[in-house]
């Protein structure tokens, strides 16, 4: 049995404790938000937060998120859009749409530990991919949030 807290609820889980975070994400507790793009944590899809840190749930195995709090796409905000997210909306960040949420989850991770990241440090800190190319647009996006959050 493994326990974690999961977008602010607390889950037990009987599976074995080398599934990747992913399945128990996609298959057990049934949030899709989280995609599953290469299987080998490369491409980013999968990212969601592990006790703040971002990390490639498909090669996460859920017993390293024993006692752990994880945040998914779907937690980052309960009552509205994440600031992130408004900006990615109003940028027009998203093309197919299939990375988004991993790439959404790492720039979120980005921004907590930097908050007035540089350009260079936007991309190099975000090393999802993106198959439409819209890394113009994401960085774009992380800026105008860093802008708004140093104002405040």
Known sequence: MITFQLNGVNHTMDVDPSTPLLWVI????????????????????????VNGKAVRSCVFPVQEAKAANITTIEGLDSTNLHPLQAKWIEKKVPQC??????????AVALLENNSQPSESEIRSGITNICRCGTYNRIVSAVKAVASEQEKQ
Do not use: E, N, W
């Open 26 to 49: 996609r298959d057990h507790l049934k949030l899709k938000g989280t995609k599953f793009g290469c299987g080998a944590g490369q491409c980013g899809a999968c990212t969601v937060h």
């Open 97 to 106: 749409g299939y990375c988004q949420p991993g790439m959404i989850m790492s």
